[in-house]
T-cell receptor, first 117, second 114 residues
Framework: EAQVTQNPRYLITVTGKKLTVTCSQN?????MSWYRQDPGLGLRQIYY???????DKGDVPEGYKVSRKEKRNFPLILESPSPNQTSLYFC????????????????FGNGTRLTVT | AQSVTQPDIHITVSEGASLELRCNYS??????LFWYVQSPGQGLQLLLK????DTLVQGIKGFEAEFKRSQSSFNLRKPSVHWSDAAEYFC????????????WGAGTKLIIKP
C-alpha cells in the first residue's frame, strides 16, 4: 500500500532533549516536506526537499533540522526542543517537483503530536 | 505577499443540508488551487484541484468547487452533507513565484448536526 509513515504518533518530551521524528514514503517520490499545524494557523511549512541531498527552508525553519540522505526518508530533528514547538507535525510527499508539481497531489502521513514541557 | 484566506473557522450544518466553504486568495495572477480534507486523527487528503479551464471542478466524496476570478475565490460546495463529512477543510494554492510551494489557508472545521 502506498503510504507516508511517520513515527512516533505521539511524543511527550522535556525542554532541551534532542528528538527525531521519522518519515518514510514507499512511492519513490522526489519531493518531501514537513509541516506543523497549529489551531487557527493552518499548515506552515518547516522544511522541504526536492530530491536526495537537496533541502530548503520553509516558512518556519527555526529550531528544526532535516536531512535527505535517501529518497524514501526525511527525518525531522529538534536539537533542543522548546515548548513553542508543541504542535502537530505532518510529513508529506509528492511525485514531481518544479513546474509540473501542481499536477501531483501531496500524500500525507497521519501526523505526530509533539508536546514539549 | 501571497495568502489564502478561509474566513470561517467553524461551520455547523445539519445533516442533509447544503454546504459552502469559502476560500479567497490574494495575488495578481491566478494560482493553482486545491481543497484538502483532514478527518480526525488523519493526515490530509486531496478533494479537488483547479488549474485552468472549466471553472466548476468536481472532486471526490461528492464535493465540487467553483473558481471565480472576479472575486479571487474558490469556494467548496456539497449539495447534501453526511455525518461522515465532519472534518477540517483546507484551501491551498500554488503561486507562480512561490517556488511551487503550497500556501495554506487556516482551515474550516465542519460540524454536522444530526
Amino acid at each position: 500500500e502506498a503510504q507516508v509513515t511517520q513515527n512516533p504518533r505521539y511524543l511527550i518530551t522535556v525542554t532541551g532533549k534532542k528528538l527525531t521524528v521519522t518519515c518514510s514514503q514507499n512511492m519513490n517520490h522526489e519531493y518531501m516536506s514537513w509541516y506543523r499545524q497549529d489551531p487557527g494557523l493552518g499548515l506552515r511549512q518547516i522544511y522541504y526537499s526536492m530530491n536526495v541531498e537537496v533541502t530548503d527552508k520553509g516558512d518556519v525553519p527555526e529550531g528544526y533540522k532535516v536531512s535527505r540522505k535517501e529518497k524514501r526518508n526525511f527525518p525531522l530533528i529538534l536539537e533542543s526542543p522548546s515548548p513553542n514547538q508543541t504542535s502537530l507535525y505532518f510529513c508529506a510527499s509528492r511525485r514531481r517537483t518544479g513546474v509540473s508539481s501542481y499536477n501531483s497531489p501531496l500524500h500525507f502521513g497521519n501526523g505526530t503530536r509533539l508536546t514539549v514541557t | 505577499a501571497q495568502s489564502v484566506t478561509q474566513p470561517d473557522i467553524h461551520i455547523t450544518v445539519s445533516e442533509g443540508a447544503s454546504l459552502e466553504l469559502r476560500c479567497n486568495y490574494s495575488y495578481g495572477a491566478t494560482p493553482y488551487l486545491f481543497w484538502y480534507v483532514q478527518s480526525p486523527g488523519q493526515g490530509l487528503q486531496l478533494l479537488l484541484k483547479y488549474f485552468s479551464g472549466d471553472t466548476l471542478v468536481q472532486g471526490i466524496k461528492g464535493f465540487e468547487a467553483e473558481f471565480k476570478r472576479s472575486q479571487s475565490s474558490f469556494n467548496l460546495r456539497k449539495p447534501s452533507v453526511h455525518w461522515s463529512d465532519a472534518a477540517e477543510y483546507f484551501c491551498a494554492a500554488i503561486f507562480m513565484d512561490s517556488n511551487y510551494q503550497l500556501i495554506w489557508g487556516a482551515g474550516t472545521k465542519l460540524i454536522i448536526k444530526p
